[in-house]
C-alpha cells in the first residue's frame, strides 16, 4: 500500500473541486460561514476533517477573497466594507458593544470565537478585524487570569463543555 502525501489526500482533492466550483462570492461565503460553523473552534458541529479543516478553510478563504476582488471596481470597497458592502466601522463597535457586560471567561470566549467565524478575513478587511479581535482577546485573558492556570483541567473541561478526541 502506498503511503499518502500530505498535500494530495483524496478529503482534500474532493474539497479542491467543490471549492473551485465555486462561481460566484455569494456561493463563496455560504460555503466558508458553513464550513466555519460545522468545521472549526472549539463550538464545531463535527470533527470530522480535524487533521484537514485549516487547510481546508484558508483555500475556500483564498477562493472567496479572489472571487470578491474580481467582482469588485474599486479598491477602496476591498479596504473600507466588508465583503457583503457593510461598514466594518458599525460592526466592530457593534461587538465591542456586546463586549463591554461580559464578566465571565467563558462567555467571553464564546464571544471571540463568534466574532472570529463571523468576521475573519476576507469577511472583513483585517484593518478592521484585527483590532477588534485585539481587544476582545484581552479581555478574555484579563477575565481568565485570576484563576486559569490552578483550575484543574478537569474542571477546566467541564465549564467548556469540552470533547475529548484523539487525533492520529
Known amino acids: 500500500m502506498m503511503a499518502e502525501h500530505w498535500y494530495h ?3 482534500r482533492d474532493e474539497w479542491l473541486e467543490k ?4 462561481r460566484t462570492v455569494q456561493e463563496g461565503i455560504a ?3 458553513q464550513f466555519r460553523k460545522e468545521h472549526t ?3 464545531r458541529l463535527t470533527y470530522e476533517l480535524k487533521k484537514e479543516a485549516n487547510w481546508i478553510e484558508s ?3 483564498m477562493r472567496v477573497a479572489q472571487l470578491h476582488s474580481e ?3 474599486a479598491n477602496a470597497a476591498l479596504l473600507e466594507k466588508t465583503i457583503d458592502g457593510r461598514d466594518p ?3 466592530t463597535e457593534e461587538w465591542l458593544k456586546k463586549a463591554e457586560d461580559i464578566d465571565c471567561p467563558i462567555e467571553m470566549q464564546r464571544l471571540c470565537t463568534a466574532y472570529r467565524k463571523a468576521w475573519k478575513p476576507p ?3 483585517i484593518n478592521y478585524f484585527a483590532p477588534v479581535e485585539k481587544k476582545l482577546v484581552s479581555k478574555l485573558l484579563k477575565l481568565r487570569a485570576p484563576n486559569y492556570l490552578t483550575t484543574p483541567v478537569e474542571e477546566l473541561r467541564k465549564l467548556h463543555n469540552a470533547t475529548l478526541i484523539s487525533v492520529q
Open 41 to 43: 473552534g472549539p463550538d
Open 19 to 22: 471549492i473551485a466550483a465555486l
Open 31 to 33: 460555503m466558508l460561514q
Open 89 to 91: 466601522v458599525e460592526i
Open 9 to 11: 489526500t483524496p478529503v
Open 71 to 73: 467582482a469588485t471596481i
Open 123 to 125: 469577511m472583513m478587511p
Open 59 to 61: 483555500r475556500i478563504e
